[in-house]
C-alpha cells in the first residue's frame, strides 16, 4: 500500500528526543521547546513563535489573545478543515463561511467582503493544501472594516506569499506539526508573530493565565496549550531538514504534473508571484460527481494506492449547515490528494498515475 503521508523520522530526530527524554524535562519545561521556539521564527522571518500543543488549540489561543469571543464574527473558508471553524465555536464566536477562489482555491475578497457585518471581527485565511492565501486584499479589508487577520497555516510551512513567509502577514498566523504535516512533532501547533504583546499573551493564556513573577498567582481562566519538551525535540531535528523536505515535495508534485495535466487535469493551483508549497499533491477530475469521484478512490485504494478526497466544505456539515458556496462545492466534489512525502519515488508516482489514468479514462 502506498500511503497518503507519512512522517520521515530520522537517526538526528530519534536522538533528539532521546536526550530530551534521558534530560528528565519530558514536560512542558526543557531547553528544545526555546530553541525550537527560536529556529521556527527565524524559519518564518517572524520576531516570535509561541509553541502549543496542536494546531487547532493555537487558532484558538489566537482569537483569545485578540479578544475575539461571544457575539463576534470570524470569517473562515467554506473549504478549510473543520478545525478552523471549530477554533472559532470554541472561542463563543460565530464563524461565517467565505467561498473561495478558482484560481488559488483560498479565501475570495469579494466573498469575504459581501459577509462582512457590524459583529465582523476577524478574518482566517488559510492558506490550502501549501498555496497563499490573497493576503493583500484581504489586509485591505481588515485595514477598511477594522478586522484582525489569523493566517491559519497549518498546511504551508514555508510558502512564499510576493516574497515574505506565510506566518508574518497577518495579526499573528497559527500552525500545526501533526503526523502528515510538513515538518512534525507527532501532535504540536504554534502560534507566530511580530507583536510581542500578542506573543506575550499567548504564553500567558498557553500556561493558565499565570503571572510571570508570581508563581501561581492567576489574573484570569487560561489553559494548559503547552508542547512538551518531547515534542519540540523532535520538531528540532525535522526543522533543521524542512529546506530538503520541501524540494522534495516540489519534485513529487513537478513530477504527478508531468503525468497528468498533458491528460487535461488541473493539479495544485500555483499563482504568480506567490511560491506555495506542495502539502499534499492535489487533482481535480474533470465532470464527476461526488460519487463518482468516490468511487475512483475506492479503486485506487482497492489498486495499493492511498489518497483522500478534498475537504467537505463546512457549510455541508450537520453541525455548521449554511448557504452552499457554489466553489467550494464545486472543489470539495472533483478534489482528490495523491500521496506525497519525502521519498516517494518517481516510479510509485508512474504507477500512482497509470491507476488514476486507466480508472478516469474509461
Ligand atoms: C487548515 C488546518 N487548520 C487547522 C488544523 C488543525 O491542526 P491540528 O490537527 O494540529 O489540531 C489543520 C490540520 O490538522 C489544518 O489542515
Given amino acids: 500500500m502506498i500511503p497518503v503521508s507519512k512522517p520521515i523520522i530520522s537517526s538526528e530526530d530519534i536522538r533528539l528526543v532521546t536526550d530530551a527524554v534521558s534530560s528528565g524535562w519530558v514536560s512542558s519545561q526543557g531547553a528544545y521547546i526555546e530553541r525550537f521556539e527560536r529556529e521556527f521564527a527565524d524559519f518564518c522571518g517572524v520576531r516570535h513563535c509561541v509553541a502549543v500543543s496542536n494546531g487547532t488549540v493555537a487558532i484558538h ?130 502560534i507566530t508573530t511580530d507583536s510581542a504583546e500578542v506573543a506575550q499573551r499567548a504564553r500567558f493564556l498557553r500556561d493558565h493565565g499565570m503571572s510571570k513573577d508570581r508563581r501561581y498567582w492567576h489574573t484570569e481562566v487560561g489553559y494548559n496549550y503547552r508542547m512538551t519538551n518531547l515534542q519540540a525535540a523532535l520538531g528540532v531535528a525535522q526543522l533543521a531538514k524542512i529546506g530538503a523536505f520541501l524540494q522534495e515535495r516540489t519534485r513529487i508534485l513537478e513530477s504527478y504534473r508531468f503525468h497528468l495535466e498533458r491528460h487535461g487535469l488541473t493539479l495544485n493551483p500555483h499563482l504568480a508571484a506567490m511560491r506555495p508549497v506542495n502539502w499534499i499533491t492535489c487533482v481535480l477530475l474533470e465532470g464527476v460527481s461526488r460519487e463518482e469521484r468516490d468511487t475512483v478512490i475506492a479503486r485506487l485504494y482497492a489498486n495499493g494506492i492511498d489518497t483522500r478526497p478534498f475537504f467537505y466544505p463546512l457549510s455541508a456539515l450537520p453541525m455548521y449547515e449554511r448557504k452552499s458556496s457554489p466553489v467550494s462545492e464545486n472543489l470539495s466534489s472533483r478534489g482528490i490528494n495523491l500521496p506525497t512525502y519525502p521519498g516517494l519515488s518517481d516510479s510509485d508516482i508512474e504507477r500512482i498515475c497509470r491507476a488514476l489514468l486507466g480508472l478516469i479514462q474509461k
Fill in 61 to 190: 489561543l489566537a482569537l483569545k489573545v485578540l479578544n475575539i469571543g461571544r457575539g463576534d464574527e470570524v470569517i473562515v473558508p467554506d473549504l478549510t478543515f473543520v478545525a478552523t471553524a471549530n477554533a472559532v465555536v470554541l472561542a463563543e464566536a460565530t464563524p461565517v463561511f467565505a467561498d473561495v477562489r478558482h484560481s488559488d482555491w483560498c479565501l475570495d475578497p469579494a466573498s469575504v467582503e459581501s459577509l462582512i457585518t457590524p459583529r465582523t471581527r476577524a478574518i482566517i485565511p488559510v492558506h490550502l493544501y501549501g498555496h497563499p492565501a490573497a493576503m493583500d486584499e484581504l489586509r485591505s479589508l481588515a485595514q477598511k472594516y477594522d478586522l484582525k487577520i489569523i493566517e491559519d497555516a497549518a498546511e504551508a510551512h514555508g510558502a512564499d506569499y510576493r516574497g515574505r513567509k506565510v506566518g508574518g502577514l497577518g495579526d499573528c498566523a497559527t500552525f500545526s506539526f501533526y503526523g502528515n504535516k510538513i515538518i512534525t512533532t507527532g501532535e504540536g501547533g504554534a
